[in-house]
């Protein structure tokens, strides 16, 4: 059982706009701790996507976009594309500084 | 380029330790001012998080490993180290060093390519 929640899978057509949200509490999340993604395509290592809620790392593309908001956080892709078929994890940190990982949500380009 | 790269045994027997190495490459541990960590993941399983290091020496674990795991610095090597003892199957994963991007605990803006540890006898 994951600290943070995501949804099993999610899905959408090539060109459709598609969002993963990530449930935190009080404790992590809702305590103002920032929230990253991570995007894992098979067989790879996890790559950043965003930090700090909404952050893009150099070279990631402006589809991706990430929120916050309260003790959730949402990661959007827009202009879905074949190759955004991945694993997608979002991560935060507990009121301790412990980091916790979401469980993850597979992306399917229908 | 910062590049991360584990090495250690593939299998390890239950009950036994896990060893593994992080060797850095494209930036000094001691001088970087960030933290360096360890991620796992189990087959067909999500990540979790195992603990973080200050080059200075503190450090941060998850409290559900807290009592097995330590993590360790070199510098000389410029590398950094997992231990974790009295393993068991559920400790059977792949294993990532990280280095988290600047101002953070924990995650990873750069990752290792990950090394599967089985614990079986």
């Known amino acids: 059982q994951s600290v943070l929640t995501q949804p099993p899978s999610v899905s959408g057509a090539p060109g459709q706009r598609v969002t993963i949200s990530c449930t935190g509490s009080?404790?992590?999340?809702?305590?103002?701790?920032?929230v990253h993604w991570y995007q894992q395509l098979p067989g790879t290592a996890p790559k950043l996507l965003i930090y700090?809620?909404?952050n893009r790392p150099s070279g990631v593309p402006d589809r991706f976009s990430g929120s916050k908001s309260g003790t959730s956080a949402s990661l959007a892709i827009t202009g879905l594309q074949a190759e955004d078929e991945a694993d997608y994890y979002c991560q935060s940190y507990d009121s301790s500084l412990r980091g916790v990982f979401g469980g993850g949500t597979k992306l399917t380009v229908l | 380029q910062l590049q991360l790269q584990e090495s250690g045994p593939g299998l390890v027997k239950p009950s036994e330790t896990l060893s593994l190495t992080c060797t850095v490459s494209g930036a000094s541990i001691s001088s970087s001012g960030h933290y360096w960590g360890w991620v796992r993941q189990p087959p067909g399983k999500g990540l979790e998080w195992i603990g973080s290091l200050y080059s200075s020496g503190s450090t941060y674990y998850n409290p559900s490993l807290q009592s097995r795991v330590a993590i360790s610095v070199d510098t000389s090597k410029n590398q950094f180290s997992l231990k974790l003892n009295s393993v068991t199957a559920a400790d059977t994963a792949v294993y990532y060093c990280?280095?988290?991007?600047?101002?953070?605990?924990?995650?990873?803006?750069?990752w290792g390519q990950g090394t599967l540890v089985t614990v079986s006898s």
């Open positions: 990280t280095r988290p991007r600047s101002g953070y605990v924990a995650g990873g803006e750069y």
């Open positions: 700090g809620n909404s």
């Open positions: 009080s404790s992590n999340i809702g305590a103002g701790y920032d």
